[in-house]
């Protein structure tokens, strides 16, 4: 498999028509099919989670 390591995540809120990029740290992801393109869900930060 070959992967690559992104650079960043373009991220558009829902109901935003703008978006705007977050640094990717989740490592490398298949540049493969597609694989290339990973999947997020929402997610929720708590306190004191570095979020």
């Known amino acids: 498999m ?3 390591p992104p ?3 373009l991220v558009t809120l829902p109901d935003e ?3 705007f ?3 990717w740290k989740g490592g490398k992801v ?3 099919g ?3 393109v990973p ?3 929402p997610f ?3 306190p004191g989670d570095g979020g």
């Open 17 to 19: 028509t703008e978006s």
């Open 34 to 36: 597609n694989a290339s």
């Open 44 to 46: 929720r930060f708590r």
């Open 30 to 32: 298949s540049s493969t």
């Open 2 to 4: 070959t992967t690559v």
């Open 7 to 9: 650079v960043a995540v």
């Open 39 to 41: 999947q997020v869900s």
């Open 21 to 23: 990029e977050v640094a």
